[in-house]
């Protein structure tokens, strides 16, 4: 504060005023305010004053500080970054992001689908993985999810699916999930989301962290070179730390430990230069090809096997900055899939097509005008202009007459403004070789759309067995959810025995109910090779970057076996987290005293990748009698982690009920390398899975 004077708070007591030269609190207007803890009252105990503009003006800013939240996609998280293209792909795209070498700046939203924006970061649900380009020729806003397929092929059926996944609509839960009546009578009586539903019910819907999972553009895309020739591309994203996925009672459990898990995780990545990279890859094929498939290439519920059409990489994406503000940036982006660039361009896919319209009306209602644009965030970076004006919330002050085109102001001396360019400009490709099929308007679907079950069945035989079990577990789980609609479950395993007899058995096993008769399928399901590249488990990577180590320890530790440990892990590009019952640490062996980084009760071990005890005798006794140590390991054993353990902490182990297998190992370089992974080959012996 400028001026000397002195404020006084509730209490009557003095508050401490900024120095002269710390930049003056002022209302909105600029005027600079004296007061900040007291509202302008009649007498000192009488009624406050209309007149006192700057209590109103603070009340009713903080009123409307809630923007309506995103209908799908509430709870997201962003980070900066930019992308480098690293490939000549000159031939296929002449777009200016993938010229080799070139570095655009991006931002990326990774969100969950169903919850709101408050809702936790680990339900069973797709994420969203939302990429702004901001290129020299305009923003590309390449708005995908870690799944390839999606649950409809027509986007006039979107309202309906999200109606049901959502909470229901009279008692306003779940939140956060589709384990619940509505959502599996629409997806029973929804055939075409059967591929999705294979993908959502494996633990690709459990992403370990945001850094872990691939994304996906989804539908068929095309690009273009600069001689106009369109070829098909499908993008892909694949994450530098390979895929890895949490399983279902760890996903629960992290919840309860953490709102936040996969928010903090990114933040903190980032925050500590570990930056979060991502390879862009693409499949590109023709018309030839497409005409050859099983599957119509613009269905949405199709993806095309790697094994068919390699994925080609043509650049890098690294995210390297968080936000400096959450609500001006990862709040207010606002993603558009009609933001594309010269060189790329859309294909008729119906679900795609859908969603050209709604993206851009859901800004208007979200972020409540049309010059939404112009926020920061949403801004392209390269020069922009033309003769739009106006609006709510119109930041820009062009100067002139010029609000309208043609015009021959500039004859005049007068600014003309911008005019179209047709060699720069973007333009719709023509039809590579009558893909886009004209005729009569209809309302129907291509023939090809009505094979629902084949790439289920791809996908599903696609697994290991023990992501199989995940997969037939995860529906009997959910479908064990559905309260009130007895005839769900029996109509959805009807579907699932045109997917898998083997998996349509389990799943009725696992509910107790008998097997129904099959579902007719509108087009019967044929057998296709099986493809390595779905499988999380095929494409998980052994090591320890980007993965976290929790280290129990009490007092009376070994301080050398301790301190190695950490060197270890951290030689190894993980994170070591010290954990004790006491945040302050504990004397070791040598007197030596080490602070924790977590508290036993607020830190178990689900937060970690794998799990070490370093404990004395006396400091494993004393862990006996806590449940939450005795939890920490059982926790770890049950989500198939390694844990390395010294001899003395063998009774804790015993108490947790751990059995001796290759994951359990001495605190030393062998559990280094066994934390690398995880044992699903354990798993069996230690839960039903269905
Ligand atoms: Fe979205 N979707 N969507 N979606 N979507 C939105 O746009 C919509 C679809 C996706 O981080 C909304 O700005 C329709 C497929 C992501 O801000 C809304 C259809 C895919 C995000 C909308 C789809 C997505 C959204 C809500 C069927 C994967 C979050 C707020 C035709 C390829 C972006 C908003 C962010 C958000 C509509 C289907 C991905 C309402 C109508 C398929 C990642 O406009």
Redesign the pocket.
Known sequence: MSNGATNHGAGGEPHQQASGDEQVLTTNHGVPVSDNQNSLKSGRRGPTLLEDFVLREKIFHFDHERIPE????AR?SGAHGFFEATADISELSKAAVFKKGEKTEVFV?F?TVAGGAGSVDTPRDVR???VKFYTTEGNWDL???NIPV?F?QD?IK?PDLVHAVKMEADRAYPQAGSAHDTFWDWASLMPESTHMLMWAMSDRTLPRSFRMMEG????TFKLVNADGHASFVKLHWKPRLGLQSTIWDEALKLQAADNDYQRRDLWEAIDTGAFPQWDLGIQVFDQAFAEAQPYDVLD?TKLIPEEDVPVRIVGTLTLNRNPDNFFAETEQ???LPTNIVPGIDFTNDP?LQ??LF??LD??NS?LGTTNFHQIPINAPRCPFGNFQRDGKMQTQVPKGRANYEPNSLAAHGEEGGPRESRDRGFRTVTAPSGSDEQGEKLRVRAELFADHYSQARLFYRSQTPAEQAHIASSFVFELSKVGLLDQVPPRMVANLRNVDEDLARRVADGLGIDLPEKAPAAREPVDLPSSGALSIHKNMKETLDGRAVGILFAEGSDASTLDSLVAAVEAEGGKAVLVSPKVNGAPLSDGSKRKADGQLAGTPSQLFDAVAVVVSEDGCAALLKEAAAVQFVMDAFGHLKAIGASAEAQPLLDKAGVQKDEGVTTPDGSFVSAAKRRFYDREPAIRMLA
Do not use: D, E, K
């Open positions: 995103r209908i799908v996609h997201g939203r969100s969203g993985f939302a708005v995908g999810n999606f409809i986007a979107f996906f553009g989804v539908h949405a982006v606002a993603f679900l859908g969603r709604s993206y859901t800004q979200r």
